[in-house]
């Protein structure tokens, strides 16, 4: 394709594209600037494009690609990276309270509801806020998965039930 058929074909996208940057982000103005980088990247290399492709989905390949590469460029930008020697701070959102006294009553509170729990309660629940997988805490008790889901569901709704004096 010569360089004015491509920009004219590009014009022409213009309305899917804005669809579909539109889909991928749910935000009017990221879809925006979506689609500005998507046209600014096909018409710097439009010399790679090649006749026997379709046009069209060339165009939109490069959209989400851009899309995905913008997207783990923001996480990657917001992880934590925690230097304590044991991990401690790694599963702790910034607000997570023990920060003062009081906090730390009040996860002494929630160690010793939970350790009340009987076991079939107990330990699928902290296996599951330690991180395991709910598959994972399956395959170890040798339960079926739903099982799992529900023993930790139940045990939440009953710290939720010990702690609701803590709220707020």
Do not use: C
């Amino acid at each position: 394709m010569k360089n004015v058929h491509i920009e004219n074909e590009l014009v022409a996208l213009q309305s899917n594209m804005r669809n579909f940057a539109f889909s991928l982000t749910l935000n009017r103005e990221e879809a925006e600037d979506l689609l500005q980088d998507t046209t600014l990247k096909v018409l710097d290399n439009q010399e790679k494009f090649t006749d026997n492709v379709n046009f069209k989905g060339w165009v939109l390949t490069i959209m989400k690609n851009i899309f995905i590469n913008n997207y783990r460029k923001i996480v990657r930008n917001q992880t934590v990276i925690d230097k304590t020697e044991d991990l401690h701070h790694l599963n702790l959102p910034q607000n997570s309270g023990f920060e003062s006294p009081e906090s730390s009553y009040s996860a002494g509170e929630i160690r010793n509801s939970i350790n009340s729990f009987a076991d079939e309660y107990r330990i699928p629940f902290s296996m599951h806020v330690q991180g395991f997988k709910y598959e994972e805490i399956a395959e170890k008790m040798k339960l079926p998965i739903g099982t799992v889901k529900s023993r930790i569901f139940l045990a939440r709704k009953r710290l939720q039930e010990q702690l609701k004096d803590y709220r707020y």
